[in-house]
């Protein structure tokens, strides 16, 4: 008989380098693997279990949707949908939501949505969107087009035209690239895969006021950040941003597939019946799901976000072998003096799941960790860093 790492070895498609661990179960911050093991999840299954495994209040949402009906189509009404995206305009100030399965199918939509507004204040015509090098959007092949990482180019051309890259924090690179033929500039407040980087103030100030001269749309993929991660809902809140499109997904779910692209006004009328779609989209046992965990992103809850991150911080720059830390919010990426990926191995044996981002230790952990979590890990990381 094979044990269900060799099934997944034999059967499953081969995209994947996984850590040699077999997780069965979970409680919050705490997972278990097939033997019983217990490990601190420092990573939420990339900042998507919003409150850790098996969270109660999310669990028996889901379960009470699915116990009424778990999908109908886009064909019909069904509450869990209208009430997530009246939560997520009221949260941030957005005018409609369009829902669909992932980050890449959020942004999809974005891209689509501004391509339609340019074509339609621009007699048909059609405008290029601006990306940042280093950035990450997905892996459709519209995404990955957008995405500024030749590592992810090799092999799948020809790509979606009409992109064109920048390099972050570079207003003067940005200033040349835009014009009047630019429909949209596209950014990661923090670029999460890309090493866990926040933009600069200063750069984000040059993007809107480029916007403002020459009328493109500001798209921020806040698929990683998004959800009380960085301690805002959004992050564009920190840096006093009002994006035109806001794509969401990972933690919005609390586990399960679900993404968002939220419109502003100027947009809210673009797409028409018809114009776009998905099948799953909205499903309501997922969205019944998103309710219970956007309902409790409150200002509580993101204090406590912050409060976390600091402390976290604070921690990590006192560490041996700790370079530098990165990012905002509960989203840590950790400089070291090793190899990150090692580290992350040497920790998973220890007790503890970390993830990297590029050369960095990535920290994603469920916003509920407790401190009493969280020092057990750090200490864990200490261990693996002086070691
Ligand atoms: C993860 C991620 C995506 C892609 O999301 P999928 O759900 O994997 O399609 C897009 N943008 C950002 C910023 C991400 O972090």
Not at 132 to 149: D, K, P, Y
Not at 166 to 188: F, H, K
Not at 290 to 308: M, P
Request: glycine content about 12%.
């Amino acid at each position: 008989m094979l044990s269900f790492k060799e099934k997944d070895k034999q059967y499953v498609a081969n995209t994947y380098g996984r850590f040699d661990v077999e997780l069965v179960k979970g409680n919050g911050a705490y997972l278990y693997d097939i033997n019983g093991k217990e490990y601190i999840d420092l990573g939420s299954g990339i900042a998507v279990n919003t409150f850790g495994a098996a969270d109660e209040e999310w669990k028996n949402a889901v379960i009470a949707q699915l116990g009424l009906i778990q999908h109908t189509s886009n064909l019909y009404y069904t509450e869990p949908c209208a009430k997530l995206a009246e939560l997520l305009c009221k949260k941030s100030g957005m005018k409609k939501v369009f829902f669909g399965n992932s980050g890449a199918e959020a942004n999809e939509c974005a891209i689509k949505l501004a391509r339609k507004y340019y074509s339609d204040n621009h007699e048909g015509n059609t405008g290029k969107i601006i990306t940042l090098v280093n950035s990450f959007h997905g892996r459709t092949v519209t995404t990955l087009s957008a995405t500024g990482q030749d590592v992810f180019h090799k092999d799948f051309g020809p790509f979606t035209d009409g992109f064109e890259f920048v390099p972050a924090n570079d207003c003067e690179a940005l200033l040349s690239a835009v014009g009047d033929d630019t429909a949209a500039v596209m950014i990661e407040l923090v670029q999460g895969e890309g090493g866990v980087n926040a933009l600069e103030q200063a750069f984000v100030d040059c993007i809107k006021s480029a916007a403002e001269k020459h009328g493109f749309l500001i798209i921020a993929d806040e698929v990683q950040t998004g959800n009380g991660r960085t301690g805002k809902y959004f992050a564009s809140e920190h840096f006093g941003l009002k994006p035109d499109i806001i794509t969401t997904a990972k933690g919005l779910g609390g586990g399960l597939p679900i993404g968002a692209c939220l419109m502003g006004e100027k947009v809210e009328f673009t797409l028409g019946a018809g114009d776009h779609g998905s099948t799953f989209g909205g499903n309501p046992a997922v969205c019944a799901g998103a309710v219970s965990i956007v309902e409790r992103i409150d200002e509580k809850l993101l204090k406590e976000v912050t409060e976390k991150a600091e402390y976290t911080k604070t921690k990590l720059l006192k560490m041996d072998g700790v370079k530098s830390v990165s990012g905002l919010g509960l989203m840590i990426g950790i400089e070291t003096a090793k190899p990150a990926k090692e580290l992350a191995v040497a920790c998973l044996e220890k007790g503890v799941l970390i993830l990297t981002a590029k050369t960095k230790l990535r920290m994603l952990p469920p916003l509920n960790i407790t401190y009493e979590q969280l020092d057990k890990a750090l200490e864990i990381l200490q261990e693996v860093l002086t070691k």
